[in-house]
């Protein structure tokens, strides 16, 4: 199993960035997907998901309306388009995926077990 991040680096404040995360050994489209972030010292923040059960979607109120998320089945990648980026989001991005999770009211790191390597953004001027 392994997911592959990509899309990070550096952008003015209100710019845009994809964040891309391939799968390989797994199947995206049985699994609860999610994009996760990380500021050194703080606790790791769910931004957002795609629930397995019903292919619901969940924002974190702090990026809800800027970011979208999405999943390509046919090349097993998932993706977070961020617009409008503030200085606050700036952090290491996380893809992770669940078989445990069915459905998310409020995305925590808590059974999610397969993880990407993390890639940076930087919002800053």
């Known amino acids: 199993v392994q997911l592959q991040a990509s899309g990070g680096g550096l952008v003015q404040p209100g710019g845009s960035l994809r964040l891309s995360c391939a799968a390989s050994?797994?199947?995206?489209?049985?699994?609860?997907v999610a994009w996760f972030r990380q500021v050194p010292g703080q606790e790791r923040e769910g931004v957002a998901s795609?629930?397995?059960?019903?292919?619901?979607?969940y924002y974190s109120d702090s990026v809800k309306g800027r970011f979208t998320i999405s999943r390509d089945n046919a090349k097993n990648t998932m993706y977070l388009q961020m617009n409008v980026l503030k200085p606050e989001d700036t952090a290491v991005y996380y893809c992770?995926?669940?078989?445990?999770?069915?459905?998310?009211?409020?995305?925590?790191?808590?059974?999610?077990?397969?993880w990407g390597q993390g890639t940076l953004v930087t919002v800053s001027s």
């Open positions: 992770a995926v669940s078989s445990v999770v069915l459905h998310v009211k409020k995305l925590t790191p808590l059974n999610f077990y397969d």
């Open positions: 050994g797994l199947a995206l489209d049985q699994l609860t």
């Open positions: 795609i629930s397995s059960r019903d292919g619901s979607i």
